[in-house]
Nanobody
Framework: QVQFVESGGGLVQPGGSLRLSCVAS????????MSWYRQAPGKERESVAT????????TYADSVQGRFTISRDNAKNTAYLQMNSLKPEDTAVYYC????????WGQGTQVSVSS
């Protein structure tokens, strides 16, 4: 079945960096658009970054533009989210999934930005 395993989260100070990974299985990874999402406490889940199946097209939410970079390695069935210049408002659980499919969510990875 389709699965996503996110990792790489942690506690970081404002201005710091983290790199998240998402290993996907159960489908042909290279054929699908992938997105990273996040859900902060008390807020709805939101999309933060999307990457086309070949990696040639990337889009970002305004709130992370210029700070986050989405990438993928189709040989490893893995999507990445490089997060720089982190802010307290980036604190959330981060998830990945196929953009246009009704997949179940993985367990996510917690990112906490605090001094």
């Amino acid at each position: 079945q389709v699965q996503f395993v996110e990792s790489g989260g942690g506690l970081v100070q404002p201005g710091g960096s983290l790199r998240l990974s998402c290993v996907a299985s159960g489908f042909t990874f290279s054929a699908y658009v992938m997105s990273w999402y996040r859900q902060a406490p008390g807020k709805e889940r939101e999309s933060v970054a999307t990457i086309s199946n070949t990696g040639g097209i990337r889009t970002y939410a305004d709130s992370v533009q210029g700070r986050f970079t989405i990438s993928r390695d189709n040989a490893k069935n893995t999507a990445y989210l490089q997060m720089n210049s982190l802010k307290p408002e980036d604190t959330a659980v981060y998830y990945c999934k196929r953009r246009y499919n009704q997949d179940s969510w993985g367990q996510g990875t917690q990112v906490s930005v605090s001094s």
